[in-house]
């Protein structure tokens, strides 16, 4: 009986965590369109974008520098932070897999108090794909009793029994050990070449009129191998090539952005590109991106430098149409590709949603990459 109440106890507490998520973070990273023709689902939003906008937290200014190893570390002054990690990866009858990690805090206000009192929330989702088949689940967590949270040496990120930890202060070499009840992971990570500031030093403007930005840290070389074991219950290892970043701020969205899209790309063994779109209503859409080299060159590309378009757009279930199926080109570096997903059926129906797989990668350079859309 006293299991009974105390499992009563903690799905209602869970319950209670979920629907202040959902209305703190939908808002946020608002999906679909038809929610903007509903009056209610209008004012819930609008309601919840100025919450977003009090100038209640540290803002993202050009002239504050990102500083490594130190900005791996944990940042309450600031709204949110983001980690994700993309891996393409074969196991050794050569079949491929994407793996997905995304690790996300968001405070609810700039309170610093305690325990159930603590205003920070993390969100963690991890995807599996084939070509054919996607495995998939989240955690949700309230900081500050111990069940999810940061720890910057050693390096450490946690929720649950899910966690990404190293021996130093980044987060290489590091392991992913992730295990659910349908599938389970286990990967270690290396740095493969040098971390990049992408934008002005870290600092990365999403619009070009207002005042959008984020600091950003990343790792576009990634030498991975390790284990996964899927729904049959066999362990199969695994190696590739991975890409992880680190995004942090105060002001994600602006009161009439549509959603964005964001491709990484693997051009060859020495260059990574990375094109970002954010979408707004009544404007052109904002574009940026760089071509990183694991020599430590970055260079910062514009709108003017870089063509993206999309086809029609592909119906999922559910009846959504999402564009799968896009054109870069940037004729100043001979680049010209066409991407397409290896598995279309990765409209992730999480309390952050989005597309989110693993490209082919076709054109002047043939590889993998990722890609992330939101907002159809």
């Known amino acids: 009986m006293k299991n009974r109440k105390r499992n009563s106890k903690l799905s209602l507490v869970r319950s209670l965590l979920v629907l202040l998520v959902i209305t703190t973070v939908a808002a946020l990273l608002y999906i679909d369109s038809n929610d903007v023709t509903n009056e209610a689902n209008s004012g819930t939003r609008n309601a919840v974008v100025d919450l977003l906008q009090k100038q209640v937290f540290e803002p993202v200014l050009p002239d504050t520098a990102v500083t490594l190893p130190k900005d791996f ?5 600031y709204q949110h932070e983001w980690w994700q990690y993309f891996a393409n990866v074969v196991d050794d009858e050569g079949a491929e897999y994407g793996i997905q990690w995304s690790y996300f805090r968001i405070a609810s206000d700039e309170r610093k108090t305690a325990g159930w009192q603590s205003p920070q929330i993390y969100i963690s989702h991890v995807v599996i794909s084939s070509k054919n088949k996607v495995w998939k689940e ?25 966690c990404w930890q190293a021996t130093g202060k980044t987060p290489f070499p590091g392991e992913l050990d992730i295990s659910t009840n349908e599938f389970a992971l286990n990967l270690q990570s290396q740095a493969a070449g040098p971390f990049a500031l992408l934008g002005e030093n ?37 190696k590739g090539n ?25 051009l060859n063994e020495s260059e990574v590109l990375t094109v970002s779109q954010y979408r707004h209503e009544d404007q052109m859409p904002y574009v940026f991106g760089s071509i990183i080299s694991n020599s430590g060159k970055t260079i910062s590309l514009d709108e003017t430098q870089i063509s993206l378009n999309s086809s029609k757009g592909s119906v999922l279930k559910g009846g959504k149409r999402v564009p799968l199926e896009w054109d870069v080109i940037i004729p100043q570096y001979d680049i010209n590709l066409a991407l397409t997903p290896v598995n279309k059926n990765l409209l992730l129906p999480f309390i952050i ?24």
């Open 138 to 162: 989240q955690r949700i967590a309230r900081g500050g009793v111990g069940q999810a949270g940061m720890i910057v040496e050693p390096f450490k990120v946690w929720v649950d029994n899910w």
């Open 202 to 238: 870290g600092y990365q403007p999403k619009h070009d009129l207002l005042p959008i930005a984020a600091f950003n840290i990343s790792a576009p070389f990634i030498s991975v191998k390790g284990e996964i074991t899927l729904g049959d219950n066999k362990t199969t290892r695994v």
């Open 242 to 266: 991975a890409w992880m970043s680190k995004e942090w701020g105060s002001q994600l969205i602006s009161q009439r952005q549509k959603g964005w899209d964001w491709f990484v790309v693997r």
């Open 353 to 376: 949603p989005y597309w989110e797989g693993p490209i082919e990668v076709r054109g002047s350079h043939n590889g993998k990459g990722f890609m992330q859309l939101t907002g159809y």
């Open 73 to 77: 570390r944990f940042h309450p002054e």
